[in-house]
């Protein structure tokens, strides 16, 4: 790292501290800190929480899958796309959670279910999150040391300690001045900041790789792939063991029943002006991500390239001394492409790769400090007692909660040992939440039937399942052999002799085992427990209930075609041309997807013709696509920020909005 580099880091860091100082002045109450008033616009929480999706975590998982699959997981995607569509165009679970009003998930549980439940989902909630974030740090710091080539350990005062667990604790403090000057409000505007000014940075980056490596050296690396491990042909992986078409199945299944239940970010979901910003929101960030996947591509090619290609292995010396140097094979799995990133980029682009996935790294951490804190302050504390807190006694807990997050994330860093890839770890982890809050989020949204009993069911289920993976992943070493004296012999003791290494059942498989047994108890339980219908009305604000001053219009009765792709009263002309352009792009590739699938299954297309499809499909797209959607969401980004501190000088804020609920109904309510 030269001084360029580091100018090139703090430059942006300054304006974004800066920019935070600015806002905090505008957090007058809770609401504020929790869901920023409710005030943005689609723009700023689309470039917002794209932002925050270019965390270094992210990065390095999706490092660790293509250094395994390449592009052979892109290619089966294109089976989720009607869910994609369906989930973002209609606003699945967004638009009525949005009408709630609520400002966590678990807050809508006791809208819907009942404040004990409430209390129960918020701390499985809790529990889930800050054990699913607690090995955000100790990755991103690590990611830091061997792309920046820091050494792994530093002599200060006397004390030898690890160089990851300093830079822990620096980002960690910028992250948590950032959450705690002013909450939601804070990280949504910085988030959205950060989230311009990387669009820009991308096309720099973008260019210079396009320069270093062309596409002929790229097929050169992927395809020297061994049979059955094709890192283009998604016809010849039957040897990739994680990352499969059971792999994309899985996660079909989850994407649907799991739409909104992770709660990293949640504040996201009550923060937009009404619901039909929220809707729009989702709709929009279909067009933003075009940049950020053509940067995230390219560096994970580059750096495959890097590590393969024969006209490079002069420069992989260094590479292999370092990699050599870890020890622990998981890590060296994570950080083998960080490294090789570290080595071949140009000094300046480093620096702008450094920052960009610094930028990143706050925008999620924010949030998920915020996320996990909150949630235990709003759905466990808050319920519990007896007597309200005032407002800024209120917020003081909140902020206590974020920084309790943040040390245990440190801590559980420095001593958690992780066995499984990032993906498989996150799946597993979330499950203990997610397994069961899908069946109570879905089925309290759009079935009125639906109980607390049932709603209880489901979530224990769903915790059970993900805790005994946990276990049995973290604890193997001395469940296995007692497993082995239980059976004696016979094909299941073949089978765990033969897995004796790590738990055969990975993340994936187990978050699928726990979401199918929530979804049959939810529904059994919930038709034998039912004796009245719930007033869903009244929980969305519509009809007699609804709310003057969210400008949200009823649909006409009858039949339209523009409501099968979500379009309804609400829509202006360039709403419904947004929706249509998302929905015919998407469309496209389904169908292009659909031809290939049957084509290569009667006659298979050799490798150059993979190579030509992927240069189209993830190269020259994104690179036109993404040119048009930096202008645009640039131009949206600044115009919903402007109308944002407009709007926060006039709002009228009421104390009794600060998450409590009576009577199946928020306090501020009649």
Partial sequence: MTWIDWLIILIPLGIIGSVAFITQRHVKGVADFMAGSRCAGRYLIANARGEMGMAVISTVAMFEVFYQAGFTMGFWEFIRIPVGMFIGLLGFVVYRYRETRAMTMAQFFEIRYSRNFRVFAGLMAFISGVINYG?????????FVYFCGFPTELHLAGLTMPTFAVIMAVYLAFSLTM??????????????????????????????????????????????????????????????????IWYVLIGLLTSIYGTMAWQGGHAFNS???????????????????FSKGLFSTLLGLAAYTFLVHPDFASQMTKVNEILNSIGDPQIVNQMRMPVALGVLLPVGVKGLVCSLFLLGLIACDSSYLHSWGSIFIQDVMVPLRRTPMSPKGHILALRLAVFGVALFGFLFSLLFRQTDYILMFFALTGAIYIGGAGSAIIGGLYWKKGT???????????????????????????????????????????YLAGNAAKFPINGIWMNFFAILASITLYVIISLLTNKEDFNMDHMLHRGAYAIASEHIKEDPKGFQWGKLIGIDANFTKADKAISISVFSYKLFW???????????????????????????????????LGAITTVWFTWGGIRDLKHLFQTLKVIKRDERDDGTVVNHHNLDEP
């Avoid at 090995?135 to 990611?143: D, H, K, Y």
């Avoid at 923060?271 to 991500?289: D, F, L, Q, T």
């Fill in 179 to 244: 959450t705690l000057s002013g909450g939601q409000l804070t990280i949504m505007v910085t988030d959205c900041l950060e989230g311009i000014l990387s669009l820009w940075m991308y096309w720099v980056v973008i260019i210079t790789l396009m320069v270093m490596f062309s596409w002929s050296e790229i097929y050169q690396a992927l395809s020297s792939a061994p049979s059955g491990r094709s890192l283009m042909d998604p016809f010849d992986c039957k040897h990739h063991a994680d990352f499969n």
């Fill in 590 to 624: 389904f169908v292009a997807g659909f031809i290939m699938l049957i084509w290569n299954l009667t006659w298979r297309w050799p490798l150059q013709w993979w190579s030509v499809y992927w240069y189209i499909h993830s190269i020259i797209i994104p690179l036109i």
């Fill in 271 to 289: 923060s937009a002006a009404n619901a039909h910003e929220a809707k729009m929101a989702g709709i929009v960030a279909n067009w933003r991500g």
């Fill in 452 to 494: 607390a009993p049932a709603a209880w069911a489901a979530m224990i289920t769903g915790a059970s399942f993900a805790c005994a993976g946990i276990l049995c992943q973290q604890g193997w070493s001395w469940i296995h052999p007692e497993l082995l004296d239980f059976f004696g012999d016979g094909l299941i003791y073949d």
């Fill in 135 to 143: 090995i955000f740090p100790a990755v991103a710091a690590r990611f």
